[in-house]
């Protein structure tokens, strides 16, 4: 994005690799994961009955006369949600659609960017968009393949948590070694923002 830009950001809840309850973490398909799974109640959240009514909420909450309107949606895994009736009502609102997805389900048509972080020991059957990052390191995955997956970026970044430290650097050799990758930082994570 662009300095004085601003996105609107739809979480959904659920996803298709972990419960998000602690408890099955040892048994899901991926270790690790940023959403926080704390429901619907939250600051805009809610149950929406239809496509017409969340974009409508989006709509409200972007404000009018705000500039170039951007939503950008995550999860969970966002693709076991969005559909084609809530791409086509938030684009008729003149939004542009983001989403990030871990590949494992096919992506909805009509996105206008598409990031895809691979989980290791999934299927990834979207292996194709605009953006491949890669949390790093992964024991299981070969950023080799990837490479010769479709995508206009390959983004490498370091895996948060304990040893982030570690994977900070090894993210930085990732990079320095094969010249497809480009070092992708949560920069609010680096100066302690949550």
Known sequence: MQAGSRAVF??????NLWSGREQDRVTAQCRFCDTDFV?????GGGKFADAETLAERVKAIWGEGLGD????????????QLDAPLVDALHARG??????SNGTLAAVAGLDWLCISPKAGTEVVQQSGDELKLVWPQQGIDPIELET??????????MDGANAATAVQAAI?????????RLSLQAHKLVGLP
């Open 39 to 43: 429901g619907t109640d939250g600051e």
């Open 95 to 100: 939004f542009r659609i983001a989403a990030e």
């Open 10 to 15: 739809l979480r959904f809840a659920g996803c």
């Open 69 to 80: 309107r951007l939503v950008v949606i995550t999860g969970g895994e966002p693709m076991l």
């Open 149 to 158: 997956w479709d995508f206009a970026h390959f983004l490498v970044q370091p």
């Open 173 to 181: 050799a990732l990079a320095m070694k094969r010249p497809k990758w």
